[in-house]
């Protein structure tokens, strides 16, 4: 079937440290892969996605690698800033509409 | 991307009662989907609205328990039936991007089930 898993929280890192948040996927064929950010108090946002092997996603200075033969998309910045404070999902989707998401990471990020 | 508005934002309801929730989206959209977060857990979807037909249920959901109205392409509600404890969760619609494959989410419905 279907899953993602990934890295189990809560992450606290101080401001300007190096982030990786791990995510793990089984999917049959060749699933869209995402990464969305619940804000406190608010809903999902889409933070970045990659729809084929070797693809990077980037924003906000967030990225991820579409990696096939480690089945990953691992979530990296550089240096973190208070205001990433949030939890991170990574989904992929499989064809159709059905999006699997990943029970999600709490990170604080402390000045 | 699609605006998409949600309420209530939060209530705090007794058990056995019922609640609708009202997803309101800025475009038409073809379909659109009701997400279950319970507390510390990841997303569930409950089911997939498209207007005009009935909505289609996830494993573990009914409609007896969460009927679903979709009355026109911008517009749909969930209501959560005879609520027990274990239905203190967020809820969340969301929509397809037009011409993407990204799902874009209201900012969800606190439910507390005393």
Redesign the interface.
Known sequence: GNSVTQMEGPVTLSEEAFLTINCTYTATGYP?L?W?VQYP??????LL?A?KADDKGSNKGFEATYRKETTSFHLEKGSVQVSDSAVY?CAL?RTG???Y????TSLTVIP | SAVISQKPSRDICQRGTSLTIQCQVDSQVTMMFWYRQQPGQSLTLIATANQGSEATYESGFVIDKFPISRPNLTFSTLTVSNMSPEDSSIYLCSVDGAGTDTQYFGPGTRLTVL
């Open positions: 869209s995402f969305y108090g608010e809903g999902l946002q889409l996605k729809t999902f989707k509409n059905q999006f998401f990943g029970t999600g």
